[in-house]
């Protein structure tokens, strides 16, 4: 019995020891669920804490403008325009401007003074149906608070028109996230082993050894995974149409290019793991870490990042699927053109900037150091 105790106690030293000489292994057991924590606990807010709002005030009469002080005195509200053209609000919409539009006709003002029922209209963006919902719910609080406030007989109503989700599914939003979700994570995790596996196997020397250039090696072992990774999109993007019959209103082949930038940013990310990490496993594990929770938590595929903290929406800048999903929600849901998605555009094009240099300037010492 003391035997097999001690046997026991020797070989529990031994996997601490292996444990305590494992730091990168040991910091990714000990961060994960600390970020896991600090990320679901301040990131699981479905709460929207601003709602841009865009006004047509037909009737400007003493009553609209009493109406809408209940919008203005409120700190959720943010009036971005007033008192434009309705024709601008889909414009305002797919330049993400505006979440709403308040048309206030112009008999507002003397049906409310005749103690009739009056009528104003409510356009929502309900690309996302569940921030949908809640807006429709924060303006009916400050329409009932008016109506209360007056205590007239016909209160004032609201006309609802969702805009690019007419009938509010939740695969509008979901589906075109999880495409992004997918892409990220499978084109990181294929190439975060690259490097990696050609140390461990031993043929990284005979590659060092050939003709082939550090920059070539790299975008020959990127190549292959950008087809593969087009090819996996253009699946689950089938999927979705045809099993989910999400709307794709925009340009398949604008889609196509621009997804193209997004698989390059995740490729070259894992590729940049690659060059760092010291195993395949350990590869593997950071480019799950750094693209499945940052993406479902921190990039608006299900929680809003307007109601998130000042710090986390500033982390949020840094996940590429941020940028993604405003293009391919803009372009399947809303019908963008390249003109309202320059911005998102760019920033992945940096992304892809950076992470390649990174990756080449790595490479490039791993190869002299094995050199």
């Known amino acids: 019995m003391k035997g097999s105790i001690a046997r026991v106690i020797a070989l529990s030293k031994k996997e601490w020891l292996h444990i305590l000489h494992d730091p990168r292994s040991l910091m990714i057991i000990i961060l994960m669920p600390i970020l896991q924590l600090v990320m679901f606990g301040y990131a699981l807010d479905m709460e929207i804490k ?21 919008f203005r005195g409120s700190d959720l509200f943010k009036i971005r325009y007033e008192n434009g053209s309705p024709d601008e609000v889909m414009n305002l919409f797919k330049s993400r401007d505006a979440d709403i539009a308040l048309i206030i006709k112009e008999d507002f003002g003397k049906k409310l003074q005749r103690n009739q029922a009056a009528n104003v209209q409510l ?7 569940n921030a949908a919902n809640l807006m429709r719910d924060y303006c009916r609080r400050v329409i009932q608070a008016f109506n209360e406030k007056r205590g007239i007989e016909q209160p004032v109503e609201f006309s609802l028109q969702p805009r690019f989700n007419p009938s509010m ?5 979901y589906v075109p996230g999880l495409i992004a979700l997918i892409l990220i994570m499978i084109s990181a995790l294929l190439t975060s082993i690259t490097i990696t596996r050609e140390i461990e196997t031993g043929t990284m020397e005979q590659l060092l050894i050939s003709p082939v250039r ?24 089938g999927i979705g ?16 290019g621009l997804s193209l930038l997004y698989i390059l940013v995740a490729l070259s990310l894992g590729l940049l793991i690659s060059t760092i990490a010291p195993s395949q496993q350990i590869a593997m594990m950071a480019s799950i870490m750094m693209t499945l929770m940052p993406t479902i938590l921190l990039s608006g595929f299900i929680f809003p990042i307007a109601s998130m903290p000042v710090f986390l929406q500033y982390i949020s800048r840094i996940i590429p699927a941020r940028y993604f999903l405003i293009i391919i929600r803009g372009i399947m849901l809303k019908g ?5 998605l320059i911005e998102p555009v760019l920033v992945l094009t940096g992304f892809t900037i950076l992470l390649l240099a990174a990756s080449w300037r790595n490479f490039r010492k791993l190869a002299e150091n094995r050199g």
Do not use: C
Not at 64 to 70: D, K, L, T, V, Y
Not at 216 to 229: D, N
Not at 243 to 256: C, D, E
Not at 336 to 340: D, G, R
């Open 214 to 237: 550090p920059l070539e090696i790299i975008l020959g072992k990127l190549s292959p995974y950008i087809v593969l990774a087009v090819v996996i999109g253009t699946i689950i993007l």
């Open 169 to 173: 599914e939740s695969n509008y939003f």
């Open 123 to 129: 356009i929502i963006d309900a690309s996302d149906p």
């Open 336 to 340: 963008n053109t390249i003109e309202y």
């Open 241 to 256: 149409i045809v099993l989910f019959h999400v709307a794709f209103l925009g340009s398949p082949l604008l889609l196509l």
């Open 50 to 70: 601003s709602i841009r709002i865009s006004v047509y005030d037909f009737s400007r009469s003493e009553e609209s403008w009493n109406f809408m002080q209940g």
